[in-house]
């Protein structure tokens, strides 16, 4: 009950904060033609963890990787593939956000894309997406996704969740 009280909140918050000044026009086309810096914001429950960890490999080669995801997760990271950054208990607010100095520490680095793969709505990620210095910001279309992306995927009530992370990793490649 408190927790969906301090979502509400942070929701309203987020309305009146990003909902009000209009967000950046971004020819996509572009964009994701030029893009070579992707971050992806791994899913915090392990399910969909696991589904998503297993599409990163399908990420067009032309990328430069950097992967955050929960200190728990760490153990698939040791192949250097990606850049891994740490999400750990330190860098959570007790109002579930992201502290101020782990988002400073992301926003050293430009991104040109910002990927959240949460299937469900998470609101720690969708607000570090949207605090991240990207042009792009994907995630999956549900409610209140418009204060936190500007490219989301519609995916159907029946849609399963290794469908889903197809489909958006799939977008990176049809520009």
């Known amino acids: 009950m408190l927790m969906k009280a301090i979502k509400l909140i942070l929701l309203t918050y987020a309305k009146f904060r990003y909902g009000i000044r209009g967000g950046k026009i971004v020819n996509f086309t572009q964009a994701f033609q030029r893009a070579r810096y992707i971050v992806v914001i791994m899913p915090r429950k392990k399910e969909q963890f696991l589904i998503a960890y297993e599409m990163l490999k399908n990420i067009p080669g032309k990328f430069n990787i950097t992967v955050i995801a929960m200190a728990e997760y760490r153990d698939y990271f040791t192949v250097k593939k990606y850049r891994y950054v740490e999400v750990g208990e330190d860098d959570i607010s007790i109002f579930g956000l992201p502290k101020k100095n782990f988002i400073k520490k992301i926003a050293l680095f430009?991104?040109?894309?910002?990927?959240?793969?949460?299937?469900?709505?998470?609101i720690f990620n969708a607000w570090l997406c949207q605090k991240i210095n990207s042009g792009i910001k994907i995630g999956f279309k549900k409610e209140n996704a418009d204060l936190f992306y500007n490219f989301q995927l519609a995916?159907?009530?029946?849609?399963?969740?290794?469908?889903?992370?197809?489909?958006?990793?799939?977008?990176?490649?049809i520009f």
């Open 110 to 122: 430009r991104y040109d894309i910002a990927i959240d793969m949460s299937f469900d709505f998470d």
């Open 155 to 173: 995916i159907g009530e029946e849609t399963d969740m290794k469908s889903a992370y197809i489909g958006m990793i799939g977008s990176l490649s």
